[in-house]
């Protein structure tokens, strides 16, 4: 009887119950790495609009302190999405944009009166994207900060740069994830959420597009 009562102390698991363990191990898996998933990319997304927006007030302070023109130039491409901040005189004729896409310290490579202050590259595998809001015209994709004021400025033209009002920047994951840096024409940058979007932050101004 005792010997009977010990074997029985000491049995292990049948392969059955063993089994039974590891399927529900991957079914609970299978419906956590999902939402893991989704929480690494919102902090990502966090993250990158976060720096998105201390670079706007970076661009901001160093047109002042410099006492020039610092322009601020997004791109788009299927592989990233990047912006570049540099110094340019607004003179008529004078060179175009620097090229993000060509990857921090190359931007402004070749431009005899530019000069790069700073480039940020977010590679399309983070799966976000960040996008200024408007047509693909050069004047809504890029703009400029106005040392004497710190207010917002358009690129040149004819009658040389002037000011606008505000200027927008989407950083995506989707239409439900997005987060919308809205820039006043003072310069100064606030966080907010399009109508579309879930987030917790405060609804966007309405505005005309």
């Given at each position: ?29 299978a419906l956590a790495i999902p939402a893991f998933t989704g929480m690494i990319e919102m ?89 200024p809001l408007g047509p693909p015209e050069q004047f809504r994709r890029s703009f400029g ?64 597009p």
């Amino acid at each position: 009887m005792r010997r009977f009562q010990a074997a029985a102390l000491f049995r292990g698991f049948t392969l059955v119950e063993l089994m039974g363990v590891v399927a529900v191990a991957a079914i609970i898996a299978a419906l956590a790495i999902p939402a893991f998933t989704g929480m690494i990319e919102m902090q990502r997304l966090r993250g990158i609009q976060a720096q998105l927006v201390t670079d706007m007030q970076f661009a901001r302070s160093e047109a002042i302190s410099r006492n020039t023109v610092v322009r601020v130039a997004f791109r788009n491409t299927e592989n990233l999405s990047c912006y570049t901040m540099y110094t340019a005189p607004f003179v008529q004729g004078a060179q175009g944009s620097c090229d993000c896409t060509r990857g921090p310290g190359n931007a402004c490579a070749g431009m005899v009166d530019r000069t790069e202050v700073r480039t940020v590259q977010v590679p399309a595998r983070s799966a976000v994207t960040v996008r200024p809001l408007g047509p693909p015209e050069q004047f809504r994709r890029s703009f400029g900060y106005d040392p004497a004021t710190g207010g917002l400025l358009s690129n040149p033209n004819d009658a040389g740069p002037t000011a606008i009002d505000d200027f927008r920047i989407d950083a995506f994951l989707d239409s439900e994830r997005t987060l919308r840096t809205w820039i006043e024409r003072s310069g100064r940058p606030m966080v907010c959420k399009p109508p579309l979007s879930t987030m917790q932050e405060a609804e966007c101004p309405a505005f005309e597009p």
